[in-house]
């Protein structure tokens, strides 16, 4: 991995964290929270049904999320368990090429376009 791709990486990542953290964190800092929160209170008839809903969104985020962190360690055990797999066959003086067909399809296209001129 070249070094300069990593650190403007890790630039933009700081940078965007930084700016969508605290920017908003900056405006709420004056905006009044005490009436922000008694309005959502549940005192009012509907405030169950939205404590509810919160708690339902929070736990499928929750769930989702522990389901995305099993399926990155069985991914990563895979992941090594085929790095050390033995392939049956011995890999030593095997000579390997590549083909690229891009170049050989204009090679055969080439008569025709000459034909129709």
């Known amino acids: 991995m070249d070094w ?4 403007f990486s890790a630039s933009v990542c700081v940078v ?3 700016l969508f953290g605290l ?3 900056c405006k709420r800092a004056k905006a009044d929270l005490s009436g922000a929160l008694k309005a959502e209170s549940t005192t009012a008839l509907g405030g169950r049904g939205k404590s509810r809903v919160r708690s339902g969104l929070v736990l499928a985020q929750v769930s989702l999320s522990f389901i995305l962190v099993v399926g990155a360690v069985c991914c990563c055990k895979a992941y ?3 790095a050390r797999l033995i392939p049956g066959f011995s ?3 095997v000579l390997a090429s590549g083909v690229n067909l891009v170049s050989a399809a204009t090679i055969l296209s ?3 376009r000459f034909r129709m001129l």
């Open 110 to 112: 080439a008569p025709r």
């Open 91 to 93: 890999a030593d003086n």
């Open 4 to 7: 300069r791709v990593f650190v």
């Open 80 to 82: 090594s368990a085929f």
């Open 16 to 18: 965007s964290t930084l």
């Open 23 to 25: 920017v908003p964190r």
